[in-house]
């Protein structure tokens, strides 16, 4: 059975104070809530999981050039 949208879990965390400020001004630079900002994070590690299991690099770019991003964990 699919989740509707509207199902939801509240859920409590303990953070550093250092990740708590972090998840903040993400949230601040993106306009969004922590809520939000938190739901994206997840998403994005999600999909970053998903494309290096599958053998996927991360590639940035600026100004024409390529680096690689390297993950240790």
């Known amino acids: 059975m699919e989740a ?3 199902d939801k879990v509240r859920l409590t965390a303990d953070l ?7 998840l903040k001004e993400l949230a601040s630079l993106q306009g969004v809530t ?3 900002a938190l ?5 994005t590690e999600g999909t970053l999981q998903a494309r290096r299991k599958a053998g996927s690099k991360v590639l940035l770019e ?3 050039k390529f680096s690689e ?3 240790t964990r």
């Open 4 to 6: 509707k949208t509207s």
């Open 16 to 22: 550093p104070i250092a990740e708590a400020n972090a």
């Open 34 to 36: 922590v809520t939000e």
């Open 39 to 43: 739901r994206r994070a997840i998403a």
């Open 62 to 64: 600026k100004d024409g």
């Open 69 to 71: 991003l390297v993950f």
